[in-house]
């Protein structure tokens, strides 16, 4: 890993000699989103939840284009309400003929390069919102890792295949949880992604490959996506190792395999999409026990104006806890998704 840091090192010196001074200074745009969710649901543990929730960010971007050619750029995304993670992500990046390097806090290769069935309401099924209106498990093929201080490098697409690495230097310290140089010790995460993507004859292919070592374990998992006519059809997958983000001696109750698999239809400003996913889960989050759940999403999403949608989900799920008290339920939700 030191080699490949260094090459990029190298690399990122080389295109930059002889660079007195970018052709126009950096001015940084803004821009993000606002998500403002009205909904209801109904479960058999716990209290309901607040039927209001919110989501929003801003982001700042800009970037230069070097008399050579090559794009230099920076983005920070400030969170709009009060968080222990005020500041989402910041990173710079490089674009070029020899692909683009991001250094900051920012997601793996793997996380960005995960493809996930197609879901267009608020809740949705990964790495969605499901937790947040009821008592579950959150099924994520993705990787959990989140934001972390990291250097990544993709390289440029090649016939449709494009490949990406990712090295984070000690979890605990980098981050991870909105600082820098905290207390405390973590094992460095490699994280790599490979993607294929095409137009075969006017059917869309998306196929992903991701993987990541994080501690004693690893994740790995995949993703296709299936686009023709006014059709999406798609799904992921992951394997999680009980031991994945541990050091030696320590780890979850038992591996984590989950999956989905959905389809949508889009037709001029609307959009519908059912979408259902399953996890037999070892690091489960109510009380860090082991069991499966089940869980399926109807989303519907209608184009307003320019940056307006109204989305609204209608979810169910069933999430059986081993040694605890087992809560299914079903809820609906809606409201309006802005981005600017």
Same mark, same amino acid.
């Given at each position: 890993?030191?080699?490949?840091?260094?090459?990029?090192?190298a690399l990122?010196?080389?295109?930059?000699?002889?660079?007195?001074?970018?052709?126009?200074?950096?001015?940084?745009?803004?821009?993000?989103?606002?998500?403002?969710?009205?909904?209801?649901?109904?479960?058999?543990?716990?209290?309901?939840?607040?039927?209001?929730?919110?989501?929003?960010?801003?982001?700042?971007?800009?970037?230069?284009?070097?008399?050579?050619?090559?794009?230099?750029?920076?983005?920070?995304?400030?969170?709009?309400?009060?968080?222990?993670?005020?500041?989402?992500?910041?990173?710079?990046?490089?674009?070029?003929?020899?692909?683009?390097?991001?250094?900051?806090k920012n997601?793996?290769?793997?996380?960005?390069?995960?493809?996930?069935?197609?879901?267009?309401?608020?809740?949705?099924?990964?790495?969605?919102?499901?937790?947040?209106?009821?008592?579950?498990?959150?099924?994520?093929?993705?990787?959990?890792?989140?934001?972390?201080?990291?250097?990544?490098? =993709? +390289?440029?697409?090649? #016939?449709?295949?494009?490949?990406?690495?990712? %090295?984070?230097? !000690?979890?605990?310290?980098? &981050? /991870?949880?909105?600082?820098?140089?905290?207390?405390?010790?973590?094992?460095?995460?490699?994280?790599?992604?490979?993607?294929?993507?095409?137009?075969?004859?006017?059917?869309?292919?998306?196929?992903?490959?991701?993987?990541?070592?994080?501690?004693?374990?690893?994740?790995?998992?995949?993703?296709?996506?299936?686009?023709?006519?006014?059709?999406?059809?798609?799904?992921?997958?992951?394997?999680?190792?009980?031991?994945?983000?541990?050091?030696?001696?320590?780890?979850?109750?038992?591996?984590?395999?989950?999956?989905?698999?959905?389809?949508?239809?889009?037709?001029?400003?609307?959009?519908?999409?059912?979408?259902?996913?399953?996890?037999?889960?070892?690091?489960g989050s109510?009380?860090?026990?082991?069991?499966?759940?089940?869980?399926?999403?109807?989303?519907?999403? =209608? +184009?307003?104006?320019? #940056?307006?949608?109204?989305?609204?989900?209608? %979810?169910?799920? !069933?999430?059986?806890?081993? &040694? /605890?008290?087992?809560?299914?339920?079903?809820?609906?939700?809606?409201?309006?998704?802005?981005?600017?």
């Amino acid at each position: 890993m030191k080699k490949i840091l260094i090459a990029t090192s190298a690399l990122v010196a080389i295109a930059f000699t002889g660079q007195a001074k970018a052709s126009e200074p950096i001015k940084l745009s803004v821009g993000g989103y606002m998500n403002q969710w009205a909904g209801f649901a109904d479960q058999e543990v716990g209290d309901r939840n607040n039927a209001f929730q919110s989501d929003t960010e801003i982001h700042f971007k800009g970037s230069t284009t070097l008399d050579n050619g090559i794009e230099v750029g920076a983005v920070v995304e400030l969170e709009g309400e009060t968080s222990g993670d005020q500041i989402d992500e910041q990173y710079l990046f490089v674009n070029g003929g020899f692909g683009r390097i991001e250094m900051g806090k920012n997601d793996s290769a793997a996380d960005s390069m995960q493809l996930v069935a197609p879901a267009v309401g608020p809740v949705g099924i990964n790495d969605g919102d499901l937790d947040i209106w009821v008592d579950s498990y959150l099924i994520d093929t993705t990787i959990p890792t989140g934001d972390q201080n990291r250097v990544t490098y =993709y +390289t440029p697409s090649f #016939g449709g295949f494009r490949a990406g690495v990712s %090295f984070a230097d !000690d979890s605990n310290r980098n &981050g /991870a949880n909105g600082y820098n140089n905290q207390d405390g010790s973590g094992d460095n995460i490699v994280s790599g992604g490979l993607e294929y993507e095409a137009d075969l004859n006017g059917i869309s292919l998306g196929v992903s490959a991701i993987g990541e070592n994080w501690g004693e374990g690893n994740l790995v998992g995949g993703g296709l996506n299936v686009g023709f006519g006014n059709f999406t059809v798609g799904g992921s997958y992951s394997h999680t190792d009980d031991d994945y983000g541990f050091s030696e001696g320590d780890s979850d109750p038992d591996d984590t395999d989950q999956f989905d698999i959905g389809v949508s239809y889009e037709m001029d400003a609307a959009a519908v999409s059912l979408t259902y996913g399953y996890a037999e889960y070892g690091n489960g989050s109510r009380g860090d026990g082991t069991g499966e759940i089940s869980t399926a999403d109807l989303g519907l999403a =209608y +184009t307003l104006g320019a #940056g307006v949608e109204w989305k609204s989900s209608i %979810f169910w799920f !069933d999430d059986e806890v081993d &040694g /605890a008290e087992d809560n299914d339920g079903y809820g609906v939700v809606t409201g309006f998704a802005l981005t600017f």
